[in-house]
């Protein structure tokens, strides 16, 4: 389940507690909401703490420097070519 879906679970669980007045024999949906809220807490904070794992850090690279001292021009008449 991804971060969506465990909104997703928050946000019907919240409208399963807060906005509704619906009574059903067998099923309180105070404490339905009440769980599927929780359930969509456990699940936001566990992919954060995954995603939090998976990024990688990379260290800035050093840059390179030609050292050699010549440079190589491509125009087509200095290799030998267009002579």
Same mark, same amino acid.
């Given at each position: 389940?991804?971060?969506?879906?465990? &909104? @997703? *679970?928050?946000? $019907? #669980?919240? /409208?399963?507690?807060?906005?509704?007045?619906?009574?059903?024999?067998?099923?309180?949906?105070?404490?339905?909401? &009440? @769980? *599927?809220?929780? $359930? #969509?807490? /456990?699940?936001?904070?566990?992919?954060?703490?995954?995603?939090?794992?998976?990024?990688?850090?990379?260290?800035?690279?050093?840059?390179?420097?030609?050292?050699?001292?010549?440079?190589?021009?491509?125009?087509?008449?200095?290799?030998?070519?267009?002579?």
């Amino acid at each position: 389940m991804g971060l969506g879906g465990c &909104i @997703i *679970l928050i946000a $019907v #669980g919240a /409208i399963l507690t807060f906005a509704t007045d619906w009574d059903m024999q067998g099923v309180n949906l105070d404490l339905v909401g &009440i @769980i *599927l809220m929780i $359930v #969509g807490l /456990i699940g936001v904070t566990t992919f954060s703490s995954i995603a939090r794992r998976r990024r990688v850090v990379v260290p800035p690279s050093t840059p390179v420097v030609d050292e050699t001292g010549h440079r190589h021009r491509r125009d087509g008449y200095s290799d030998g070519y267009g002579v």
